[in-house]
T-cell receptor, first 111, second 116 residues
Framework: GENVGLHLPTLSVQEGDNSIINCAYS??????FIWYKQESGKGPQFIID?????DKRQGQRVTVLLNKTVKHLSLQIAATQPGDSAVYFCAEKTSYDKVIFGPGTSLSVIP | GAVVSQHPSRVICKSGTSVKIECRSLDFQATTMFWYRQFPKQSLMLMAT?????????EQGVEKDKFLINHASLTLSTLTVTSAHPEDSSFYIC????????????FGSGTQLSVL
């Protein structure tokens, strides 16, 4: 497959603080990007998406930033809560119409 | 959002047996579904694209004779792991696209396969 298995980086934040999760994507032709949240033993849950003709999009407590120049994506979570603890994946839709996942970041919220 | 149902959620089988996993789109028709595999503490790896009424498209390195995919209807795709071995133990996840959005993928709850 296109992904290489990597061990998950981790991010620990204090409850109430803002979290920033970063992701570098690989394909400059990708035109659509998605952030997913995955809790243990469950499938990924859609959080927010952004098209390549945008550089910022906001949702409820979440903001996605896209920098196409350096192929970088970030997810900002405001006022992080214990329920936000999970693994977060960025994903890109390639020119072949496939959705490929990044390596993921494990977010741990400290009460 | 759209609902994708996956069954079973967990299966334990003996080495050499075959296991079938079902993926259903409950409230929409999906001409395309995707199958992913995930090992512990790793990312999701795309295995294959399942196309209704035609052959699945497999990613490089995925054995088509090992992982049989059937997408016989617009709401059901199945993945059969044939002659399973312990190295096939993994978390298998299916997904489907909302037809009205055409890009947003929704995922099933996954199937944890353990081969003894």
């Amino acid at each position: 497959g296109e992904n290489v298995g990597l061990h998950l980086p981790t991010l620990s934040v204090q409850e109430g603080d803002n979290s920033i999760i970063n992701c570098a994507y690989s394909n400059s032709a990708s035109d659509y990007f998605i952030w997913y949240k995955q809790e243990s033993g469950k499938g990924p849950q859609f959080i927010i998406d952004i098209r390549s003709n945008m550089d910022k999009r906001q949702g409820q407590r979440v903001t996605v930033l896209l920098n196409k120049t350096v192929k970088h994506l970030s997810l900002q979570i405001a006022a992080t809560q214990p329920g936000d603890s999970a693994v977060y994946f960025c994903a890109e839709k390639t020119s072949y119409d496939k959705v490929i996942f990044g390596p993921g970041t494990s977010l741990s919220v400290i009460p | 959002g759209a609902v994708v149902s996956q069954h079973p959620s967990r299966v334990i089988c003996k080495s050499g047996t075959s296991v079938k996993i079902e993926c259903r789109s409950l409230d929409f028709q999906a001409t395309t579904m995707f199958w992913y595999r995930q090992f512990p503490k790793q990312s999701l790896m795309l295995m294959a694209t399942s196309n209704e009424g035609s052959k699945a498209t497999y990613e490089q390195g995925v054995e088509k004779d090992k992982f049989l995919i059937n997408h016989a209807s617009l709401t059901l795709s199945t993945l059969t792991v044939t002659s399973a071995h312990p190295e096939d133990s993994s978390f298998y996840i299916c997904s489907a696209r909302e037809p009205w959005a055409n890009e947003k993928l929704f995922f099933g709850s996954g199937t944890q396969l353990s081969v003894l």
